[in-house]
């Protein structure tokens, strides 16, 4: 083997030992990326107002009022899924609704607007809110 031969072979392992050094950093990063979020996240799945929110994640600041109202809430912090869907009456026009999810650390939203209709709560016996739906006014 020449000396050159042997240089080149020596580069090449060098180069492969660094590019697997370098992925092995960029998994251990990707992970722990992926579990902070995953935690963060299991913050909010029990989330269903401004009171809790501001129980549960000590730095939220709010501007304006709570218009978007909790519609329906689903969620299993073990299976690492959420499902939310909340409701904004524009007065005169209809409601906004929006549809949130997460699975396994994904986030997608969902935005429609649906128009001449209301958003109505349904109450228990001591006035508290336990639902809201879209009416046909």
């Known amino acids: 083997m020449s000396i050159e031969t ?4 020596e580069n090449k392992k060098a180069e492969a030992e660094a590019k697997k ?3 092995a950093k960029t998994k251990t990063a ?10 963060a996240e299991a913050k909010i799945m029990g989330i ?36 939310s869907t909340k409701g904004m009456w524009v007065k005169g026009a209809g409601v906004m609704v929006n549809t949130t999810s997460i699975h396994n650390g994904r986030r997608s939203e969902a935005l429609a607007f649906f128009p001449n209709v209301i958003l109505k ?9 336990t639902g809201r739906y879209l009416s046909n006014k």
């Open 48 to 83: 269903t107002d401004q009171k809790a929110a501001k129980d549960n994640v000590k730095d939220i600041n709010f501007f304006g009022a709570d218009l978007f109202k909790l519609m329906s809430k689903a969620s299993s912090e073990k299976e690492g899924w959420m499902n």
């Open 6 to 9: 042997k240089e080149y072979s």
């Open 30 to 39: 990707t992970e722990a990326e992926a579990k902070k979020a995953t935690e």
């Open 121 to 129: 709560e349904t109450k228990d016996g001591k006035g508290n809110v």
């Open 21 to 23: 050094a370098t992925e």
